[in-house]
Nanobody, 126 residues
Framework: QVQLVESGGGLVQAGGSLRLSCTAS????????MGWFRQAPGKEREFAAA????????NYADSVKGRFSISRDNDKNTVYLQLNSLKPEDAAVYYC???????????????????WGQGTQVTVSS
C-alpha cells in the first residue's frame, strides 16, 4: 500500500503560480511512476503530468505543456507540480497518483494508476 497526501493548493490570480506537493508513505517511493491529474466541477478527471521512477521520462498534457513542470525527490518521497501562468480554466482539484514504475513510465491513463491521494484544490481568479 502507498498513501499519498497532496498539499500546496490555494487561491491565486490568473497569471500566478503555485507549487503542489505530494508526499508518499508506505512502500518504496522510488519504485513508482507518479502522475498528477485534475478534475474541475462537472468535468471528467484529466491527465496533467507524469514522471517515471528516476525522472528520466516526463509526460505532459498538451493543455499544460510549457506552463507546468513535474519533478520528484526520491529521498523525500515527494513529487511536485509547479504551476505557472495559471489560467481560470486550470482551476480544479488536483490529485496525485502512483503506479508500478516497472510497468509504466509516463502513464497518462487514470485507470492505470493504483493509488490516489485525496486531492488539493486550486482556484484561479480572473
Amino acid at each position: 500500500q502507498v498513501q499519498l497526501v497532496e498539499s500546496g493548493g490555494g487561491l491565486v490570480q490568473a497569471g500566478g503560480s503555485l507549487r503542489l506537493s505530494c508526499t508518499a508513505s508506505g512502500r518504496t517511493f522510488s519504485g513508482y511512476t507518479m502522475g498528477w491529474f485534475r478534475q474541475a466541477p462537472g468535468k471528467e478527471r484529466e491527465f496533467a503530468a507524469a514522471i517515471s521512477r528516476t525522472g528520466g521520462v516526463i509526460n505532459y498534457a498538451d493543455s499544460v505543456k510549457g506552463r507546468f513542470s513535474i519533478s520528484r525527490d526520491n529521498d523525500k518521497n515527494t513529487v511536485y507540480l509547479q504551476l505557472n501562468s495559471l489560467k481560470p480554466e486550470d482551476a480544479a482539484v488536483y490529485y496525485c497518483a502512483a503506479v508500478n514504475g516497472y510497468r509504466s513510465a509516463g502513464e497518462a491513463v487514470s485507470s492505470a494508476y493504483d493509488y490516489w491521494g485525496q486531492g488539493t484544490q486550486v482556484t484561479v481568479s480572473s
